[in-house]
């Protein structure tokens, strides 16, 4: 059975051949890379939506050097806490897969057999997270409308992605955990710097959440340095920076062979606050 539900009824859906079905008869082709859509058109104005494929592929190249394999470690070593057999894991808002998929092989190491499942907005990352990891579901879908049964999940990732806070309590158990990645204050501020006349730091939220305990904290603070014009123009395309910047200020860029910049992440774990053990470190 599949972890996903029918979006129109919320009942279970299973997979039969090229097609995912629920017991009313509402059926969802599969896509030839693997993935599911189960985003309904009213739950969403655009019609293009999500991460386009140059953006995808930037980020897939600029990920695969490494400079963000800190951050997934230690989003790793806390998911590993949780490790249970048959865990269910999904990740909301999974994007291309990177972190997913490492968690789901450290998972599959230890003999846990997980159930794993990723959503996103874009068509365009879940081709490539398809191709990642093929034993894992992926499903197009909002964070805002979670395709997942009530009390259905025990890890839930959140990696750079939306909160939101009711639908996470509603699919996670009543001891299931939340992870979640956000940028620092002076995350990716040397890329800034380097484009804008009057760079601007992030703005952090407090971590404490509604319906939620904060349990676990880990902060990563690091510089990592480009030294190539391709990989500059990776992480550049790869944020959203790129798409609000102009012409003038992204050929700042155009001639630059090394870039050097902080990288901040808080790593942050919470339990739903009607049932809450805190973790001692």
Same mark, same amino acid.
């Given at each position: ?14 997979? %039969? %051949? ?27 104005? %655009? ?22 394999? &800190? ?6 070593? %806390?998911?590993? $806490?949780?490790?249970? =057999? ?30 794993? !499942? ?43 992605? &939306? ?7 509603? $699919? ?10 956000? =940028? ?21 939220? =407090? ?59 808080? $790593?942050?774990?919470?339990?739903? !606050? ?8």
């Amino acid at each position: 059975m599949s972890l996903f539900c029918c979006p129109n009824c919320m009942a279970p859906l299973s997979r %039969q %051949q090229n097609r995912m079905v629920c017991p009313a008869g509402h059926s969802f082709d599969m896509a030839r890379s693997g993935y599911v859509n189960l985003l309904l058109s009213q739950q969403i104005s %655009q019609k293009h939506h999500g991460d386009d494929k140059r953006m995808v592929r930037a980020r897939s190249a600029f990920l695969a050097g490494g400079y963000y394999d &800190p951050m997934r470690q230690e989003l790793i070593r %806390q998911a590993m $806490v949780e490790a249970r =057999p048959g865990i269910t894991v999904l990740d909301a808002g999974c994007g291309e897969g990177y972190y997913t998929a490492e968690l789901v092989r450290r998972l599959r190491e230890g003999g846990y057999a997980p159930q794993a !499942a990723g959503i996103d907005i874009s068509k365009a990352a879940l081709q490539e997270a398809a191709r990642r990891e093929t034993g894992t579901e992926w499903a197009v879908a909002s964070c805002f409308h979670l395709p997942v049964a009530a009390q259905s999940v025990d890890l839930l990732l959140s990696v750079f992605a &939306p909160y939101c806070g009711e639908e996470f309590r509603r $699919v996670l158990k009543p001891r299931g955990r939340l992870l979640m990645v956000i =940028p620092l204050e002076n995350h990716l501020y040397g890329l800034k710097e380097a484009i804008y006349e009057k760079p601007y730091r992030n703005t952090v939220k =407090p971590f404490e959440l509604e319906g939620f305990t904060l349990v676990q904290k880990q902060e990563l603070r690091y510089a990592i340095t480009l030294t190539s014009h391709e990989e500059i123009q990776n992480l550049f395309m790869m944020t959203p920076y790129y798409y609000k910047t102009g012409a003038a200020d992204q050929q700042k860029l155009a001639l630059r062979e090394w870039l050097t910049t902080p990288v901040e992440f808080a $790593v942050l774990g919470y339990q739903r !606050a009607d049932c809450c053990i805190i973790e001692k470190r």
